[in-house]
């Protein structure tokens, strides 16, 4: 559904108004188009770490990347799209006026839709009780900065292990670093050790098989068109009587489909027999997005929707998942994605069974993450409002109140959430695990 507000407010009349009765104004944010640039301008790489002169050589490539002058402004009459500040050299309290001093000149220079990413290291790792704290500082900073951003602009926190390779940083920078991040605000991302290996950037996931559970619209269906986009052959699943649907969207892909109800005991197996019969392989992405609500008060709960929304959106894929891992049916290095919720994070009247299972997905990537084994890695997405037909039907006060609820002050699209996930799903994201990503544009609710 258009946002019709944020249409309005952003028109000549409804620009001025907007500004003279001091109305929110949500910026268009800019979203990954094939052939553009990632970002629309040049970037600043900058910091006392020790990562700083690499990674700028790691980007060079791809950004145009320019220096700053004495007083730390851009060297540039113009406006700059992006900002990455090493602050892994971090070991004191005092040496978080680094920040001030390279964020302060820079702020009223930056593009619409800019970017900045703070690279930090894991506060864990550190060797000093100040260090852990100059790092750990990184978090607030990040968070409390993004929520002074204007006209869609984003701040992401990136903690890496003194260990991680350079190599590893790349997947995540370009995520970051572009508009495929559009909806993503003031996360922190932490990265492993694990090396990541080179990709075909324009088709990353080429050769691999993906299944996508509840692909026959919403959030599935976009999720099965990104992730083929990417170049993956994307098996749609969906419950039987969405066959008409489920078709359109695995035709669309250039996909199959799989009439499959994920609740059912034998759900996996039917799955890898699929895979196993029609790929001879076993497979390379699982995105466990099939998910349902049955909202009500306690007051007014019954069992029977107690008990559907924790069989599809929790034991489903904590069931499917460990069948998978048993029959050996998920290839090394594979990927494992749940889809949580901002209702698991941060609650939600009337939802506390929803929330309940949306929640128990964190803890699904808190465990298969330690478990899988064999490079697998395991992570999730957390959307908050993201305009589907479900957000609709919400009556129109109460949707405008959630659209305006986070820092960029509009709901969120499908591809912001199917975006993330194609970042999780790359060969080159090894050294993402045990993440869960809000896609929510810091909605003002939960962490």
Request: neutral net charge; aromatic residues 4%; charged residues 20%.
């Amino acid at each position: 559904m258009a946002d019709s507000y944020a249409q309005f407010v952003n028109s000549g009349a409804g620009s001025l108004l907007a500004s003279k009765l001091g109305l929110p104004k949500p910026e268009k944010l800019r979203r990954f188009e094939p052939g553009q640039p990632p970002l629309n301008g040049p970037i600043i790489v900058t910091g006392s770490g020790s990562l700083a002169s690499s990674i700028r050589e790691l980007l060079e490539p791809t950004y145009t990347i320019i220096d700053t002058r004495d007083d730390g402004s851009p060297a540039t009459d113009g406006k700059i799209a992006g900002l990455v500040i090493d602050a892994t050299g971090f070991t004191t309290p005092a040496d978080s006026l680094e920040l001030y001093e390279t964020v302060n000149p820079v702020i009223r220079k930056l593009a619409p839709c800019a970017r900045i990413v703070v690279i930090g290291h894991t506060p864990e790792s550190t060797t000093t009780a100040a260090a852990r704290v100059a790092q750990r500082g990184l978090e607030g900073f990040t968070r409390s900065l993004a929520k002074e951003m204007r006209r869609g602009a984003t701040v992401q926190l990136v903690y890496t292990d003194p260990n991680t390779p350079l190599s590893s940083l790349e997947s995540t920078l370009c995520f970051l670093l572009s508009g495929k991040s559009a909806y993503v605000d003031a996360q922190v991302i932490r990265l492993n050790e694990a090396p990541s290996p080179s990709v075909d950037w324009d088709k990353p996931l080429k050769g691999k098989i993906s299944v996508v559970t509840g692909a026959a619209r919403g959030i599935g269906k976009t999720i099965a068109q990104t992730l083929a986009r990417d170049g993956a052959h994307v098996i749609c699943v969906d419950i039987p009587a969405a066959g008409e649907a489920l078709a359109e969207t695995a035709n669309e892909v250039n996909g199959t489909s799989l009439g499959l109800d994920v609740t059912a005991p034998d759900a996996a197996d039917t799955l890898a027999r699929h895979v196993k019969e029609r790929h001879k392989t076993g497979i390379d992405i699982i995105v466990h997005n099939a998910g349902i609500t049955r909202d009500k008060t306690m007051a007014g709960m019954d069992d029977a929707r107690w008990k559907s929304v924790m069989a599809v959106n929790i034991t489903a894929p904590l069931t499917i998942t460990e069948r998978l891992l048993e029959l050996g049916a998920i290839n090394d290095n594979g990927r494992v994605i749940g889809v949580s919720s901002m209702a698991g994070i941060a609650g939600n009247r009337g939802q506390t069974n929803y929330a309940y299972s949306k929640a128990g997905v964190i803890g699904f990537v808190d465990s298969f993450s330690e478990s899988a084994g064999h490079g697998i890695t395991v992570n999730a997405v957390a959307p908050g409002f993201i305009e589907t037909q479900m957000t609709a039907a919400i009556p129109v006060v109460t949707r405008e109140v959630g659209r305006r609820l986070n820092s960029l002050q509009q709901g969120g699209l499908t591809i912001d959430v199917a975006e993330t996930i194609a970042y999780f799903a790359s060969p080159a994201s090894e050294a993402i695990n045990g993440n869960v990503i809000r896609v929510c544009g810091q909605s003002v609710l939960g962490a």
